[in-house]
């Protein structure tokens, strides 16, 4: 069976051919910039250029912190640049779709990107930019890649959970349903504004967004009662800072979140996605999960993953001895936090 990352290479080209004409076109100097507000505090540049130098390219990516999408066009748009993507972080994911020529199918059913990659329009060979989203790669690798003899054979059949409302539990809710099989997903957040977006957003008619029907179920929770009396998921993405809760509706939001995470039987345990990881990797749910039996994936690994995605569409060739690799990485951001932390602290 194919994995996730050579289907996504695949399917890059529905939108176009090869943009390397030769081998020798891999070899041009070449920077690749992410485009945020605000990003200085970004893994990315370690990661991608760690990536790049395993590959022996001469590939730098960089940040290109602005809050206006015509910075990131004025460089794709300079032949002198040599830009053959980018990648790209909030405030854009959203509004940057407006900027390419054709967005993938997971692009349109999330309704964000956070990638552009080129390709050659069949036609008349000129570059086509082609927006997509990586982050549903880097959810579904965190999961897929814990050791098997640590998964349930029914996870997929079991409910999983969502917490927060924003872009990431969109890209979570792809990533949990169409990569992963799960049918059932708990929404929580701490305004019912944001989890009745969600469900409105997954369901509406798919013919809107060219892509896949969405033919799961989401069921918002706003009630520690009704929680109490729900099976408890064993898929989990939290995405949402660590902060202690302070609105009426943080607080209930944070207490059903444990509700459902704090069972004492071993048959309600599961696997957590923490993506918070700043500043620190360990967050209190973090602990919380891990001191009530859970399995915690810190989020750096999703954020890892999605960059090997970026870098499989960008390059057009697959990292070998992928998962060695990411275990290196793995230790190296960790360390990397770890020093940003102690210079805090000084």
């Not at 032949?79 to 199918?105: L, Q, R, Y």
């Not at 973090?286 to 915690?296: H, P």
Request: net charge negative.
């Amino acid at each position: 069976m194919a994995s996730d990352l050579t289907i996504a290479l695949r399917e890059s080209y529905e939108h176009g051919s090869s943009f390397f004409s030769d081998s020798a076109a891999r070899d041009t100097k070449t920077r690749i910039p992410l485009l945020g507000y605000p990003i200085h505090h970004s893994m990315a540049p370690l990661v991608q250029n760690y990536l790049f130098n395993g590959k022996n390219l001469p590939w730098q990516y960089y940040l290109l912190e602005s809050k206006e999408p015509s910075d990131l066009l004025k460089v794709l748009d300079d032949p002198a640049e040599n830009c053959i993507g980018a990648a790209v972080t909030m405030p854009h994911k959203v509004t940057f779709m407006s900027h390419v020529d054709e967005v993938t199918s997971s692009g349109k059913v999330i309704g964000a990107i956070n990638t552009v990659f080129l390709r050659r329009d069949k036609t008349t060979g000129k570059p086509r930019r082609i927006g997509t989203n990586t982050d549903t790669i880097g959810i579904s690798r965190s999961f897929s890649t814990v050791p098997s003899s640590l998964v349930s054979p029914d996870a997929k059949n079991k409910p999983a959970l969502v917490v927060g409302g924003g872009g990431a539990s969109r890209s979570a809710i792809y990533a949990l349903h169409y990569l992963m099989g799960v049918s059932e997903i708990y929404l929580v957040s701490r305004l019912k504004s944001e989890t009745d977006e969600l469900i409105d957003w997954f369901n509406r008619d798919a013919s809107t967004t060219s892509g896949s029907k969405f033919n799961g179920k989401l069921r918002a929770l706003h009630s520690l009662e009704e929680a109490k009396t729900l099976p408890a998921p064993y898929y989990v993405v939290s995405a949402i800072p660590d902060f202690p809760p302070q609105t009426e509706g943080e607080k209930l939001s944070s207490a059903i979140t444990r509700e459902l995470l704090g069972r004492q039987s071993a048959a309600e345990k599961g696997l957590l996605l923490e993506m918070c990881y700043h500043p620190n990797i360990r967050t209190s749910l973090y602990d919380y999960a891990e001191n009530n039996g859970w399995y915690v994936i810190p989020g750096t690994e999703a954020m890892i993953w999605q960059a090997v995605a970026q870098q499989v569409l960008w390059t057009e060739a697959e990292v070998v001895n992928e998962v060695s690799i990411v275990e290196n990485l793995k230790k190296i951001v960790s360390e990397e936090i770890t020093q940003r932390a102690a210079n805090a602290a000084t």
